[in-house]
C-alpha cells in the first residue's frame, strides 16, 4: 500500500513534532502527568491528543480503500485532505488566541476525508462483493 505509506511518513514527522511540544511544556513547567493546571500544557496536550485521535481511522480507512482497489487521484487527494486539514487544525488550536478558521478549516477536511475514505470502503466492497456470503 504505497499511497497510504506515502501519508502515514508525512503524518509521522507531524506526529512528533506535537510530542515534542508536549515534553518542552512539561520539562518547563515541571509536569509529570496531567496539566498541573498549565493554559500552555494543556492547550499542547489536547493538539497532540486530537492528532493521535483521528489520524489512526483515517489512515485505517485510507489503507483499506487503497486494498479495494480505489483509484490513485482519490487516494492521493483524501491523503493531502488528512495531512493539510491535521496541520491546520494543530496551527490553528496551537495559538494562545486560538485561530479558529484554522482549526475549523482542519476539522472539516479531516471529517470530510474520513467520510469520503469510509465511502470509497464501502463502494470497494459493494462492486467487488469481496466474500460478504
Same mark, same amino acid.
Given at each position: +500500500?504505497?499511497?497510504?505509506?506515502?501519508?502515514? /511518513?508525512?503524518?509521522?514527522?507531524?506526529?512528533? *513534532?506535537?510530542?515534542?511540544?508536549?515534553?518542552?511544556?512539561?520539562?518547563?513547567?515541571?509536569?509529570?502527568?496531567?496539566?498541573?493546571?498549565?493554559?500552555? *500544557?494543556?492547550?499542547?496536550?489536547?493538539?497532540?491528543?486530537?492528532?493521535? #485521535?483521528?489520524?489512526?481511522?483515517? *489512515?485505517?480507512?485510507?489503507?483499506?480503500? #487503497?486494498?479495494?482497489?480505489?483509484?490513485?487521484?482519490?487516494?492521493?487527494?483524501?491523503?493531502?485532505?488528512?495531512?493539510?486539514?491535521?496541520? /491546520?487544525?494543530?496551527?490553528?488550536?496551537?495559538?494562545?488566541? #486560538?485561530?479558529?478558521?484554522?482549526?475549523?478549516?482542519?476539522?472539516?477536511?479531516?471529517?470530510?476525508?474520513?467520510?469520503?475514505?469510509?465511502?470509497?470502503?464501502?463502494?470497494?466492497?459493494?462492486?467487488?462483493?469481496?466474500?460478504? +456470503?
Amino acid at each position: +500500500m504505497p499511497i497510504t505509506a506515502l501519508y502515514a /511518513s508525512l503524518l509521522a514527522p507531524v506526529f512528533l *513534532l506535537l510530542t515534542g511540544r508536549v515534553i518542552r511544556a512539561r520539562r518547563a513547567v515541571r509536569v509529570a502527568v496531567g496539566d498541573g493546571g498549565d493554559a500552555v *500544557l494543556a492547550r499542547r496536550m489536547r493538539v497532540h491528543a486530537n492528532f493521535a #485521535e483521528y489520524v489512526p481511522l483515517a *489512515l485505517l480507512l485510507l489503507a483499506l480503500a #487503497e486494498s479495494l482497489g480505489t483509484h490513485a487521484w482519490l487516494l492521493h487527494g483524501l491523503g493531502i485532505a488528512l495531512l493539510a486539514g491535521r496541520i /491546520s487544525h494543530a496551527f490553528g488550536m496551537s495559538q494562545p488566541d #486560538e485561530n479558529f478558521t484554522f482549526r475549523v478549516a482542519g476539522v472539516m477536511a479531516t471529517f470530510w476525508m474520513i467520510g469520503l475514505a469510509a465511502a470509497a470502503c464501502l463502494w470497494g466492497v459493494l462492486v467487488r462483493g469481496a466474500g460478504l +456470503m
